[in-house]
């Protein structure tokens, strides 16, 4: 029979190997935890981040056939660069109707002031005429007071009294209807007053309105051509040439990828560490790890992804399963990194974010103005307007009064 096998506690150099492992395993642990302990605990990292910028699409605000398309899908657009031009025949058809009727508007409120001159006069040529007719009442009342003695002595026949008191009650019927005249005439000249008093021709009411249509055509005339609002990058481009649209329409969008951010999307328990201002490293998958950006928080979103889904979850109803979510954090990014290697709308990002300072908020104080997005590219628009209306204003006479 063969001999026994030396059982394994017999073979020192199987034991020594054990303890090796056993000892390399432990130096590991000890070292991971210290690492974990030292580096690992102080950052939070995710891998569900992407790039996400301000993606400006160009609706039209009139309706209208196009005629001309000045840029396509992946041209670079300055602010107030014209992208898509519809046919203007009919806007400025209308502008041209606009345009006479605040001429002749501006017109007829002159004559409105011019009336006011004229209504004066006449109250002042009334008046006169109420004068002269008093001054007859005078007269006659003498002629009758001298024939009125002679009467009972006959040296003035009864047909001359009688007629002395006719014209003495003729002058008085001429001063009633002088007087009559003359209230009448103020009442107009108040009445005209009443649509001129405490305004200009050009602040009228009615020139007011007028005017109104005037920027209302002209706008409508001046947006047939579409401008690009800010700097950036044509996308999703959908017009065509000789296509009708409407207002509202969907035509391109514009892309600013110079003021693009990353959102990303850590989980609810790395929440507890993160705050406004931390710095983060990232890496994008379309450079690869050797190309590091760096930026850092500049928003903590207000709920998960979850809770603004068209459709959110029901967690009250039937059977439930917890679902770790995950809330948006904004990272803005360094402009300089940004210029040298660009990025795109929806690229995937690595985010690593040092949590070693947590003095900073996890809500925002204020809006920061800063952030704000304007434009200023229709200013010019408005303004043109007005100086269109003034124009017509200063030509048809409505300087003053």
């Known amino acids: 029979m063969n001999a026994p096998t030396p059982a394994t506690n017999g073979n020192p150099a199987r034991r020594k ?11 590991a642990a000890i070292g ?14 995710t891998d569900n981040a992407y790039v996400q910028g301000h993606v400006v699409q160009i609706t039209p605000q009139v309706g209208g056939t196009v005629v001309a398309i000045a840029a396509d899908d992946t041209d670079h657009v300055k602010a ?20 006479a009727q605040l001429a002749q508007t501006v017109r007829e409120v002159r004559t409105l002031y011019a009336n006011n001159a004229t209504l004066q006069s006449q109250i002042a040529l009334r008046d006169a005429d109420l004068k002269r007719a008093q001054t007859d009442v005078a007269r006659a009342e003498d002629d009758v007071a001298r024939r009125r003695p002679l009467l009972a002595s006959g040296a003035v026949g009864k047909e001359e009294f009688e007629h002395a008191n006719a014209q003495l009650a003729s002058a008085r019927s001429v001063v009633a209807a002088a007087q ?3 209230a009448a005439a103020r009442e107009q000249l108040a009445s ?9 021709v050009a602040d009228h009411p009615n020139v007011q309105r007028a005017a109104a249509r005037v920027r209302e055509a002209y706008l409508a005339l001046r947006r047939c051509e579409l401008v690009a609002p800010v700097d950036g990058y044509v996308a999703k481009r959908s017009v065509q040439l000789g ?19 990353v959102e990303a999307n850590f989980k609810e328990n790395q929440l507890r560490n993160l705050r406004i201002g931390q710095p983060a490293e990232l890496t994008a998958d379309v450079y690869g790890t050797q190309v590091v950006f760096h930026g850092r928080i500049t928003g903590l979103g207000v709920g998960t992804g979850a809770a603004f889904a068209l459709l959110p979850a029901q967690n009250a109803t039937g059977n439930w399963i917890k679902v770790v979510q995950r809330v948006p954090v904004r990272i803005e990014l360094d402009a300089k990194e940004l210029a040298a290697h660009p990025l795109r709308v929806g690229l995937s990002m690595d985010a690593r ?24 590219v229709f200013d010019e628009t408005n303004a043109a307007a007005d100086a269109e209306v003034r124009r017509i204003v200063r030509v048809n006479g409505g300087a003053g009064k």
């Open 192 to 200: 005209n007053e009443s649509l001129t008093a405490g305004t200009s």
């Open 243 to 261: 296509q009708r649209i409407q207002a509202g329409t969907p035509l391109m969008s514009v892309i600013a990828l110079d003021r693009v951010w």
């Open 17 to 27: 190997a054990l303890l090796a492992v056993t000892a390399l395993v432990a130096v």
């Open 80 to 99: 107030g660069q014209s992208l898509v031009k519809l046919d203007p025949a009919d806007a400025r058809v209308a502008l041209e109707q606009a345009e």
């Open 180 to 182: 009559s005249a003359i």
């Open 32 to 45: 991971y935890g210290l690492y974990w302990a030292l580096v690992l605990n102080h950052y939070e990292s």
């Open 353 to 376: 974010v040092d949590v070693h300072d947590q003095g900073g908020a996890m809500l925002p104080a204020a809006a920061n103005p800063a952030d704000a997005a304007q434009t200023h």
